[in-house]
Nanobody
């Protein structure tokens, strides 16, 4: 069982930055091989993939709409996932969630597929004003 807790959301003006964190814990398992992802959901819209990282290789994937602005990373112990968000836009306003796929790498064709993820956090709100 993997538990995920996000933090770091808040309200910023357009052009500002935030860093989201996701603390991961699991009883009896290590995080040596996980696909960890960040997703977001704006009011009235479907949840969408933002970025993902394979914890073993460090390979990353990004949605086109955040490439060059957001950076996904993990700490050395691979127990905390980060999302650094720069040059924020009002359209980035959403609830941001982290999610985990145990025991697999992230793949280009599937990293943003919600059904692939087995554990989800409760989310952290990001609001960007113009």
């Amino acid at each position: 069982q993997v538990q995920l807790v996000e933090s770091g959301g808040g309200s910023v003006q357009a052009g500002g930055s935030l860093r989201l964190s996701c603390a991961a814990s699991s009883s009896g398992y290590t995080f040596s091989t996980y696909c960890m992802g960040w997703f977001r959901q704006a009011p009235g819209k479907e949840r969408e993939g933002v970025a993902a990282i394979s914890t073993r290789s460090g390979n990353t994937h990004y949605a086109d709409f955040v490439t060059g602005r957001f950076t996904i990373s993990q700490d050395y112990a691979k127990t905390t996932l980060y999302l650094r968000m720069n040059s924020l836009k009002p359209e980035d306003t959403a609830m941001y969630y982290c999610a985990a796929q145990p025991g697999v790498y992230c793949y280009s064709a599937s990293w943003s597929r919600l059904s692939e993820y087995k554990a989800w956090g409760q989310g952290t709100q990001v609001t960007v004003s113009s």
